[in-house]
């Protein structure tokens, strides 16, 4: 529908080369407002709960940055012996959704069981329908799409203190 063109070539064994041709455009492109990002640091201690290490690693030293302690965990099991151990000590949980044998909404329901106060940040690769909206709706403090930036996690977990703190 642009009256473009796309063209292959492939050869055996050397791989494969596509090429996309779109017209040209007279359009002007608006500019797009300039947005003052800026980090909101923080304080506290969260609950790191991811089964990727990449992920713990990153997340902990951007937690680290913005003024958080950080205890972690690779897996549900870890997770709820962590938290049922520390409660006291921890003030937020960031909760991968997707995990091998315990899925973020299985979690969610156990760190419910031992602190129905908790304030759980779920996070995830995927966007906010299914799994993602019912854990939500069970009264999960927070959603952030992988990947986010500091600024978006910053926010994000400012947003979520701010709304504890108003209670």
Do not use: W
Not at 59 to 68: A, H, M, R, V
Not at 86 to 107: A, N, Q, R, Y
Not at 149 to 164: C, H, W
Request: hydrophobic share 35%.
């Amino acid at each position: 529908s642009h009256g473009g063109i796309i063209t292959a070539q492939s050869k055996k064994g050397e791989g494969s080369i596509f090429s996309v041709y779109l017209p040209a455009s007279d359009k002007i492109i608006p500019k797009e407002p300039e947005s003052e990002q800026r980090v909101v640091r923080g304080a506290g201690t969260i609950l790191l709960v991811d089964d990727e290490e990449m992920i713990i690693d990153v997340g902990t030293q951007l937690l680290n940055f913005l003024g958080y302690s950080v205890i972690s965990a690779t897996s549900g099991r870890d997770a709820l012996s962590i938290y049922r151990e520390k409660t006291d000590e921890i003030d937020l949980v960031i909760l991968d959704m997707i995990m091998p044998l315990m899925g973020g909404d299985e979690i969610f329901e156990k760190l419910r069981q031992i602190n129905p106060k908790g304030v759980i940040l779920l996070s995830s690769g995927y966007s906010m329908d299914g799994q993602a909206k019912k854990i939500m709706d069970k009264g999960c403090s927070g959603f952030i799409q992988k990947p986010f930036s500091i600024d978006d996690l910053s926010k994000k977990l400012d947003e979520i203190n701010r709304i504890r703190i108003d209670r």
